[in-house]
């Protein structure tokens, strides 16, 4: 999944309004981001296989570091540990890892069985919502339209910066969505890992975003 994450964590500023949207996406896409590393140290394995499942074309055969149960709850619990002892936003501490820990469950959802539930486990879970183009788009999309609709009432903009900036990165986000679905698929596993690390910059530009709007407690 990609948008629906993206959602969660737009969706998560209503719960939490003092923690910074480009924490709370970086807490949802949290095991996305250790993935390339993952991918480029040899420590996790893919391959690209076109028709894997409808919607990509990647064979996610080997990623139990990031993509179990297990260690999701075990990222989760140290993001929201470590986000408590830099803050002491309590709320924020369980926002974090409750956003976190649903980036397993949506790809759970999303994937075919290959999400394991915890490093060297045989069981492997996926409800494979990829092997429809047509039901993911929907899915995707409106989870991506709600959590957009969420943090836009949520928070409003101290002046044009905060219209722009939040703006163009939720257009951003969904033009590389589609970009994502139409393209051809990655020529390497490499590649795949550099592009993917390219994401992390989403990040600084949500907190570029967020600190030109501020909660409206609605
Ligand atoms: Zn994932």
């Not at 394995?45 to 055969?61: E, M, Q």
């Not at 788009?137 to 002046?159: M, P």
């Not at 490499?190 to 030109?212: C, E, K, N, Y």
């Amino acid at each position: 999944m990609f948008l629906g994450h993206f959602a969660v964590g737009l969706a998560a500023k209503k719960v939490a309004p003092k923690t910074s949207l480009a924490t709370l996406l970086a807490s949802a896409e949290f095991v996305d981001m250790l993935w390339p590393v993952f991918l480029l140290s040899g420590t996790e394995h893919v391959r690209i296989a076109p028709g894997a499942t409808a919607v990509t074309p990647l064979d996610l055969y080997d990623y139990p570091l990031s993509h179990s149960l297990l260690t999701g709850a075990a990222w989760a619990a140290g993001l929201a540990l470590a986000y408590f002892a830099l803050r002491r936003y309590r709320r924020g501490a369980w926002v974090v890892g409750a956003c976190v820990l649903s980036h397993w469950v949506l790809d759970a959802v999303s994937h075919r069985p290959d999400m394991p539930l915890y490093p060297g486990g045989r069981t492997y879970v996926g409800l494979g919502l990829w092997n429809s183009v047509a039901a993911t788009v929907a899915v995707e999309f409106g989870l991506f339209v709600a959590g957009v609709a969420l943090y836009a009432r949520s928070t409003a903009a101290r002046d044009r910066m905060g219209q722009f900036a939040f703006w163009s990165l939720a257009s951003v986000l969904a033009v590389l969505y589609v970009a994502s679905l139409v393209g051809p698929p990655p020529p390497d596993v490499r590649t795949l890992a550099l592009v993917s690390m390219a994401g992390w910059l989403l990040i600084p530009w949500a907190w570029w975003a967020d600190s030109h709007r501020e909660p409206t407690g609605s």
